[in-house]
């Protein structure tokens, strides 16, 4: 893949402090896998050098937003096309503001600050939160990584290849592809898979849905019946929005930025690779809503979903083995792209709070404690599911709950982080997005508690569900109403967003610790308690299906 370098004409950056970050390979040149930008270049001018900048920034978006179509979000999809046809594409249009807000504000304090997730939430909240975000984000994608292997075994059963070669084989090439020290050369293949991915388009061409019918799906919101019920498909719509944020993404994401060196001249860029990714993602969804649909109507396995092998098949029956292995296919290349991200993300986190060389720069040798981590959860992902009579099932379901729980204090700790003029100045949140943003964490906080109590009470239903809603609503009416009145009281000063291209983070260090609200401590108390609870319950009843009870 060629690449293309150049180095804009104009001033340099005269503020490239990167204070706070603990690994100097993030400071120097943007190596792309679609071209290079040389450290000091400023914004180019002219269509042709915009373009090649783009170019060049092209990958943390799109990885991050394609590395959530995997082997979870499939199985969804899937589910949602083959019992009940067509009728949720339109879920698919609230992913859109869901999928850009979190990830927009977590690319911004990668550029700004140049420090993790994990470690701001550690010198910005103190050790309990730090320690807490970097444990669950391990236990958490230790968890989903065994569900990208399952996914693997699926895709390889399907196609003829025998289980253990291709799990050891599939490990062996994610290790592979990170541990080169060379961050153009894993970002190439990680950009290479992230195209692979579109496949899922002549699938969905093969098993040809009618025209009329997708388009109604997407423009008329309905709840059909169902398999289950109206409470069994509430809750598959609230995991078509569930499954596509995930607290790895705001941690993968962000240090991704970092290790690109992308600094906040070039944002406007990095957001238009996010919506590249968000383009990407929507069209793989609504392509496995529509053919699978398409498959699946009128025959005995409609509203009798089992996994995405099950798909694979009904597509060979309904349009042939070629559309099967593009599937099939497609599902093994979204588990390795959602590998890479998961696996990265933790490994970044880990390497960010114990101040270890973590850069994909870096060889193997300059750090060693970063590709430990790495490789580590890998392998032992594909070991669990090669160990016969692993509740694979189980582990899936595991995943998907304590997500749910763990989601409210990542999305909570992203909008304090992105309202600390200390951390972002010129940057922070104006107060539209504040309350847009509000709204979505909101939204999510409300999925995360239906979703705990869907695994809790497996029988919730209709009226359970909106119960859960309407508390929500009215404590989120509550909080808003309350923080409204509290800003006219405050009079906050406007933020002065002039220089921000040259604006970025002095050292923790210098600035302190934030001063808490008494309201804000509190919040905080309530979330900590929320989480303890909610996890322990998971947890409990996790270990009770385990053992059959």
């Not at 009579?389 to 304090?416: D, H, K, R, Y």
Request: hydrophobic share 55%.
């Amino acid at each position: 893949m060629a690449s293309t370098d150049f180095t804009a004409t104009g001033g340099g950056i005269t503020a490239d402090r990167r204070g706070t970050a603990m690994d100097n390979a993030h400071a120097g040149d943007i190596h792309g896998a679609l071209g290079t930008i040389r450290h000091g270049a400023t914004a180019p001018l002219g269509l042709s050098a915009k373009f090649k900048t783009l170019l060049a920034i092209i990958g943390p978006g799109l990885i991050v937003m394609v590395g959530d179509n995997d082997a979870g979000a499939f199985a969804t999809y899937g589910q949602a096309g083959q019992n009940y046809g067509t009728a949720l594409l339109w879920t698919l249009l609230l992913l859109v503001p869901v999928l850009y807000v979190n990830q927009e504000m977590v690319l911004r304090l990668g550029a700004v600050t140049g420090v993790g997730h994990a470690r701001l939430i550690l010198e910005r909240f103190g050790r309990f939160w730090g320690t807490f975000s970097v444990i669950d984000l391990f236990l958490l994608n230790a968890l989903t990584l065994v569900t990208e292997f399952i996914g693997i075994t699926l895709a390889a059963g399907y196609l003829g290849l025998p289980k253990i070669p291709s799990v050891i084989l599939a490990g062996l090439v994610i290790m592979a592809a990170a541990s080169t020290g060379s961050f153009r050369r894993f970002e190439r293949i990680a950009v290479a898979l992230c195209g692979a991915s579109l496949l899922l388009v002549p699938v969905y061409v093969m098993a040809h849905p009618a025209a009329s019918e997708v388009a109604r799906g997407f423009l008329v919101p309905s709840l059909p019946e169902g398999p289950g019920g109206m409470g069994t498909l509430m809750l598959l719509v609230i995991g078509v929005v569930g499954t596509t944020v995930a607290p790895w993404q705001l941690f993968f994401q962000q240090s991704y930025v970092i290790d690109k060196r992308i600094t906040p001249r070039f944002i406007a860029y990095e957001k238009a690779d996010l919506w590249i990714g968000i383009l990407v993602v929507i069209i793989g969804a609504a392509a496995m809503m529509g053919f699978t649909a398409a498959a699946f109507a009128g025959t005995g396995a409609a509203g009798n979903f089992t996994d995405s092998a099950g798909i694979a098949h009904g597509l060979e029956a309904y349009a042939g083995r070629a559309a099967g292995a593009l599937f099939a296919v497609a599902l093994l290349d979204a588990c390795v792209i959602g590998a890479f991200a998961v696996s990265l993300s933790t490994a970044y986190a880990i390497g960010d709070v114990l101040s270890l060389n973590h850069s994909l720069h870096r060889g193997l040798r300059q750090a060693k404690g970063f590709y430990a981590v790495y490789a580590g959860l890998i392998s032992a992902a594909a070991t669990v599911v090669l160990i016969p009579g692993s509740p694979l099932g189980l582990l899936t379901e595991g995943v998907q709950a304590l997500a749910g729980v763990l989601l409210p204090s990542a999305s909570v700790f992203l909008l304090l982080l992105c309202n600390d003029r200390q951390i972002l100045g010129p940057w922070v949140n104006g107060r539209a997005t504040n309350l847009f943003t509000s709204l979505v964490v909101g939204v999510l906080v409300t999925l995360s508690v239906i979703l705990t109590a869907a695994v809790l009470f497996p029988g919730i239903g209709v009226a359970q569900i909106l119960m859960i809603m309407g508390g929500c609503g009215a404590t989120g009416a509550a909080a808003t109403a309350y923080a409204l009145a509290r800003r006219r009281r405050s009079a906050a000063e406007p933020v002065d967003r002039t220089g921000r291209d040259d604006w970025r983070t002095p050292p923790t260090a210098e600035i302190g610790r934030p001063v808490l609200s008494t309201t804000r401590r509190l919040g905080m108390a309530v979330l900590r308690l929320y989480l303890t609870v909610a996890t322990v319950l998971v947890i409990v009843k996790i270990v009770q299906m385990a053992l059959g009870h």
